[in-house]
């Protein structure tokens, strides 16, 4: 059987290939519990995938079932047990975070004694924004994102809903094309979950792509994805295009819908 004949121009067309925004090759992630950390949890299990340019992909479990450790190792925060992630190409690391990719994580944003419109232009000027430039774009984004009234009062006054909002008006500012966003939906009213929803549309259209962890998928629209990640006990027990995925003739979603139902039974 004859073999294909690697060419110079085989190789020149490989290299200028599009390198996906984000490659997971079998990550896998345990951490030790007990005495001495005589014991292991697995808490990621052989997870592979591919993020394109101009993609938004949503990350859905259950509460414990690797959404957070997902991320945390997708930006370098922890090392995996076996297997990698590259953005971009390269390891991630903290210079490759600032320059292409915004975040939004769990919890309160740190400063809370400074105004949001103080915050967010004070993270534009650590950018490389002048100070001109980093005032008309925090009040441009704030203004989007239904935050200007509140922009002069200290932020560590708002609600966990505004602080969201706030959290991703600084991971657009920057119009990087990576965004990593863990429950940005959380707090969120429907009229400004619709603003996150068109802003993730603008997004994508620019050519960015996006990992959204969620609990459910009610409050985005499964619509606005291209494809689910459904992650169960650090594993991927699906990952397709929203239709298929909600399709599911095993019923591993319908499983799932029920560790969702408990899981915001217990948040009650």
């Known amino acids: 059987m004859n073999q294909p004949i690697e060419t110079t121009a085989t190789r020149d067309a490989e290299e200028r290939a599009p390198r996906p925004f984000v490659h997971v090759d079998g990550l896998s992630l345990e951490y030790r519990t007990g005495t001495f950390g005589s014991g292991r949890v697995e808490a990621l299990h052989d997870l592979t995938f591919e993020i394109p340019a101009g993609s938004l992909w949503a990350l859905v479990g259950a509460n414990g079932s690797g959404k ?7 930006l370098g925060f922890r090392t995996p047990t076996k297997g990698s992630v590259r953005l971009f190409g390269e390891a991630p690391t903290i210079k490759n975070l600032r320059a292409r ?38 009040d441009e984004i704030l203004a989007r994102l239904g935050l200007a009234d509140a922009s002069h009062r200290a932020h560590g006054t708002w609600s966990t809903g505004m602080e969201r909002r706030l959290a991703f008006a600084e991971a657009i500012a920057r119009q990087v094309p990576l965004l990593v966003l863990d429950e940005p939906g959380s707090g969120l009213d429907p009229l ?27 409050g985005l ?6 494809r689910v990640l459904v992650l169960h006990r650090g594993r991927a027990v699906q990952i397709g295009t929203p239709d298929v995925v909600l399709r599911d003739p ?5 499983q799932l819908r029920l560790a969702e139902a408990l899981a915001r039974y217990e948040d009650r």
């Not at 629209?221 to 291209?226: V, Y």
């Not at 095993?250 to 319908?254: L, N, Q, S």
């Open 68 to 74: 957070s450790s997902l991320i945390r190792c997708a």
């Open 101 to 138: 990719v915004g975040v939004v994580l769990d919890g309160r944003l740190p400063l809370e004694r400074l105004t949001g419109r103080e915050y967010l232009t004070l993270t534009l000027a650590m950018a490389g924004f002048d100070r001109h430039a980093a005032r008309e774009r925090a």
């Open 192 to 218: 400004a979950l619709q603003t996150l929803r068109e802003e993730l549309e603008a997004h994508r259209a620019r050519g960015g792509a996006a990992l959204v962890a969620t609990h459910v998928l009610d």
């Open 221 to 226: 629209g499964a619509d606005l994805f291209d």
């Open 250 to 254: 095993e019923g591993r979603v319908k």
